[in-house]
């Protein structure tokens, strides 16, 4: 599992404040979406460590907004970040976005970066946009050295960087979006180096405090009232979502007091630790060093100054005397694992107490196993802390704690609100059909894709009328494993494809495998399920979705992934002879058999009819017989 975040806690956002919220489905139903503006996104996972920005704070405006709001949608894995779909230009040109409230800058590679890498979509290219225009050097600005355009530059904590040039043009929100599209400022790439110009996803999206952020243009044009919200999905599913905007907080919503002043990030008023309804006796100052307890949406663990950390694991540790100790799945790093607490998701609250974070105010935050765990990815059953103890005084809380949990900011009243709820359902009851339909002057015949990887396809729902009787599924992925000295069990992949798929392990199988260096090509099958002959619609069309879509996430502990091309095949209606010819033959076997046994058995009763018939005792009388004359020949003799 990717833990870059694991080493570059400290080093966050430089001047920006963060914001982290989480958005779930079962209270949709109380959640008043038509109180301000928000916009939903799609989101997916992942684990883009912290970042050092050099952003300046402001403090906010209160304003009363009518509503507008999107409906938001994406997968919580094993990727490392969220990424949202965002549209730019005229006509849009679509990229998969990092959502990152440690980033102010928004910006995706230009088609005149001559150091960009790869990425998921083709780079924008603002010849072909009608509405680009590049921002010209002005007092507000860093310009380049030409004096004639607005530059940015962005250096990160793990060492990658981001630099180009600023520009506006049109940016849409997707074909769900109530929100029509605005005019903002965003970087076009030049120069991208490091971990951004090896990812898939095709740039960042920029959540944080500061004039460039996201969230604060669409405040300033007076769009969106200055909240936003998250919603991540849980341990085994996913789903999640993102608001741009007020909501009204539901009932049984848990606040926290949120100081901008603090720190340049989002964080929280953190007292008190408590395992299993027993407080850790820990110093209330231990959670207030250096930053305090901050909200990241950019880190995928939580990590506690080490005082804490100890308190908590040995905690942990004392509840769950009939677990084993075992090694972690990456001999890297010295992750605190246990075993038997069996493989599903749904029960391991049986065996791992509740862990509740006790705010300045006496309100609770209660986390549950999923928001301190992650799963073994080489032992079943078998689960690790997700919590790590942190190499300065900074608490920092990422996704994992915030797991099925709605996270509010309410950066206009300076508070975080949380509820635990059930995040994975949000995209379909904001997709409820009376919700009001959106426009966009996105085309309505481009698919959203909101995967960071791209996919080419063989085959698609339209190839299969009905889709009846699909007999298999295949699909290909390149992987690029992390240690090129270790070949991957990737067998072990099954059941994660298995569990994405939501079908069985045995249908799963790997077909062919290829290597060049650390570069794999994998070719799996989906297969009916033993007790049928091909694999049900409802299944099929959900998996080709995944497919076409490119949403299929994979286990991070391998590598990085691609995925190629997949092909669905129909189960032809097969004639009598084609169904029956192994029962036909199957009988003529048998009849066979059976025929040259019952021969058999006829012979061998007729001899021994045979030789009952010419046996006699030794003692029986022996019928006297009239001698026959001797022949001439013998008479002379």
């Known amino acids: 599992m990717d833990r870059p975040s694991l080493l570059l806690i400290p080093l966050l956002f430089i001047t920006t404040v963060i ?10 139903d109380e959640l008043d979406l038509t109180a301000e503006s928000p916009m939903i996104f799609p989101l997916s996972y992942s684990s883009l460590p912290p970042r050092v920005e050099d952003i300046r704070r402001r403090r906010l405006h209160q304003s009363q907004l009518p509503n507008a709001h999107m409906k938001l949608y994406d997968d919580l894995l094993s990727n490392g970040y969220y990424t949202t779909r965002l549209w730019i230009g005229t006509p849009p040109q679509e990229f998969a976005l990092i959502v990152d409230t440690g980033s102010t800058v928004t910006y995706v590679p230009c088609s005149t970066c001559k150091q960009c890498g790869k990425h998921q979509d083709p780079k924008f290219q603002p010849e072909l946009s009608s509405s680009y225009q590049a921002l010209k050097c002005n007092p507000d600005c860093n310009c380049d050295d030409e004096g004639k355009l607005c530059v940015y530059e962005r250096r990160y904590a793990e060492m990658s960087s981001s630099s180009g040039v600023l520009s506006e043009d049109l940016i849409s929100f997707g074909n769900e979006s109530q929100l029509s599209p605005q005019r903002a400022v965003f970087g076009c790439e030049n120069v991208e180096t490091g971990d951004l110009f090896s990812q898939r996803a095709d740039g960042i999206m920029g959540l944080g405090r500061g004039k460039l952020s996201v969230v604060d243009q669409l405040v300033d044009k007076g769009v969106i009232e200055d909240t936003f919200s998250l919603c991540y999905g849980g341990m085994e599913v996913g789903g999640g979502a993102m608001v741009l905007g007020k909501i009204y907080p539901p009932a049984g919503m848990v606040f926290s007091h949120s100081d901008p002043f603090r720190s340049p990030y989002y964080n929280i008023d953190l007292k008190q630790m408590h395992v299993a309804g027993k407080s850790l006796k820990l110093n209330p100052k231990v959670f207030n060093g250096k930053h305090g307890t901050v909200l990241d949406s950019g880190t995928t663990y939580a990590y506690f100054p080490k005082e804490a950390f100890i308190a908590i694991k040995a905690a942990v540790i004392k509840e769950i005397p009939s677990l084993k100790r075992i090694h972690g799945p990456d001999p890297n790093y010295d992750d605190v694992c246990f075993s038997g607490a069996g493989r599903d998701v749904a029960e391991i609250h049986n065996f791992f107490p509740e862990i509740a974070m006790e705010f300045g105010n006496g309100q609770n935050l209660i986390l549950s196993p999923e928001n301190y765990l992650f799963r073994h990815t080489k032992v079943r059953g078998a689960y690790c802390l997700g919590i790590f103890p942190d190499r300065d005084s900074t608490t920092l809380l990422g996704g994992i704690v915030v797991r099925n949990t709605l996270v509010t900011y309410d950066r206009e009243n300076d508070k975080l ?51 009846f009787r699909v007999g298999v599924i295949t699909f290909e992925v390149s992987i690029s494993v992390n240690n090129s000295s270790q070949k991957p069990e990737f067998s072990e992949m099954a059941d994660f494809i298995a569990h994405e798929l939501d079908i ?58 691609k995925l190629l091309e997949w092909k669905a095949e129909q189960k032809q209606k097969q004639s009598w002879w084609e169904t029956h010819v192994l029962g036909v033959v199957a009988g003529v076997v048998i009849s066979l058999l059976v025929t040259s046994v019952m021969i058999k058995l006829v012979l061998v009763w007729r001899r021994r009819k045979q030789e009952e018939a010419t046996y006699e005792p030794v003692s029986a009388a022996v019928k006297e017989q009239e001698l026959q004359p001797l022949s001439s020949d013998t008479s002379n003799a």
Not at 19 to 28: K, W
Not at 510 to 528: A, D, T, V
Not at 537 to 557: C, D, H, V
């Open 19 to 28: 914001s982290i919220f989480v958005f779930d489905l079962t209270t949709a």
């Open 417 to 467: 609100g949380f509820l635990k709820t059930n995040c994975s359902d949000l995209w379909r009851r904001l997709a409820a059909p009376d919700s009001p339909a959106p426009t966009s002057p996105v085309s309505q015949n481009k698919t959203s894709s909101i995967s960071p990887s791209p996919a080419t396809s063989e085959s698609s729902t339209t190839d299969l009328p009905g889709v």
């Open 504 to 561: 069985k392990s045995s249908q799963v199988h790997l077909l062919n495998i290829s290597s060049r260096g650390n570069e794999y090509r994998l070719k799996w099958g989906i297969f009916p399920a033993q007790s049928s002959e091909y694999i049900s619609n409802t299944t099929a069309l959900n998996i080709m979705l995944l497919l076409k879509e490119n949403r299929l996430r994979l286990p991070g502990q391998f590598g990085s992934y």
